[in-house]
């Protein structure tokens, strides 16, 4: 099973980048986005941790990566700036 975790991780960032897509067209409440999105970032990355070297983990690695900078610096860190207009 230990092996299969890369593959999971990324299978997991594939999801959340899809269902982050799918909210800009079905708005779902906010707090229930941003949890589905921090434990699905979260649980990318231990994830990532507990699999094993090879090719799965560097990919998974890279795309865990990319998408928790984009969701926290991105998506929170504006939360914070603009919460008072309604963002």
Do not use: H
Not at 12 to 37: H, K, P, Q
Request: hydrophobic residues 60%.
């Amino acid at each position: 099973m230990k092996q299969r975790f890369g593959e999971i991780s990324l299978v997991l960032c594939l999801f959340i980048i899809t269902f982050f897509i799918a909210n800009f067209y079905i708005r779902l409440d906010v707090t229930l986005f941003r949890i589905i999105m921090i434990i699905g970032t979260l649980s990318s990355l231990i994830l990532f941790i507990l699999s094993p070297l090879g090719k799965w983990k560097t990919v998974s690695l890279a795309i865990s990566i990319i998408l928790t900078f984009f969701y926290f610096l991105g998506v929170e860190l504006l939360r914070v700036l603009f919460q008072g207009n309604g963002f």
